[in-house]
């Protein structure tokens, strides 16, 4: 009994784990960045380049 459980309990967080790599890859994240969960590519260390560090303040250089 305590077996069935426990492979239930795999079971059902593999599938947890599963669900919610698809809605996170369905659905990322608003930030406008074009790469979701990416570690570092050329488009996103060039797009990281390109982004202010100041926004709250538009007029600070």
């Given at each position: 009994?305590?077996q069935?459980?426990?492979?239930?309990?795999?079971?059902?967080?593999?599938?947890?784990?599963?669900?919610?790599?698809?809605?996170?890859?369905?659905?990322?994240?608003?930030s406008?960045?074009?790469?979701?969960?990416?570690?570092?590519?050329?488009?996103?260390?060039?797009?990281?380049?390109?982004?202010?560090?100041?926004?709250?303040?538009p007029?600070?250089?």
């Open positions: 009994m305590i069935t459980i426990i492979v239930l309990l795999a079971v059902a967080a593999a599938l947890f784990y599963a669900i919610k790599k698809i809605l996170k890859r369905i659905h990322p994240k608003k406008g960045s074009p790469c979701d969960g990416c570690d570092g590519c050329d488009l996103k260390n060039e797009w990281m380049k390109n982004q202010s560090t100041c926004t709250h303040n007029t600070h250089k």
